[in-house]
Nanobody, 123 residues
Framework: QAQVMESGGGSVQSGGSLKLSCRHS???????MGWYRQFPGKARQEVST???????TYENSVKGRATISQDNSMNTMTLQIDRVTTEDTATYFC??????????????????WGQGTQVTVSS
């Protein structure tokens, strides 16, 4: 089982940058790591994910101003969002997807969420 630890977040000025990091513990074969966010009263939505091999996805509202990266071991992942606005205010959650074997395409995929970190952008 993976334990997921999040850092970053807090208060950010509008127009500034937000940096979120996610690290997992445990000897697991990571397939993907990503950030999701949840607005009050809404479902959690994907912001950005990086997959083993480097493929990345970005939600439309952060495309062009967000960069996701990971270390070579896929133990740590960082998301930076530039030019933040009040609409980026949300609770952000890290999701780690992994397998017990070493085949991300063939083995059953498991996942673990972080506890969430609040991001508040002030105007």
């Amino acid at each position: 089982q993976a334990q997921v630890m999040e850092s970053g977040g807090g208060s950010v000025q509008s127009g500034g940058s937000l940096k979120l990091s996610c690290r997992h513990s445990g000897n697991i074969f990571t397939c993907a790591m990503g950030w999701y966010r949840q607005f009050p009263g809404k479902a959690r939505q994907e912001v950005s994910t990086i997959h083993r091999g480097g493929f990345t996805t970005y939600e439309n509202s952060v495309k062009g101003r967000a960069t996701i990266s990971q270390d070579n071991s896929m133990n740590t992942m960082t998301l930076q969002i530039d030019r933040v606005t009040t609409e980026d205010t949300a609770t952000y959650f890290c999701l780690v997807q992994y397998v017990r074997g070493r085949d991300c395409a063939g083995d059953p995929r498991l996942s673990e969420w972080g506890q969430g970190t609040q991001v508040t952008v002030s105007s």
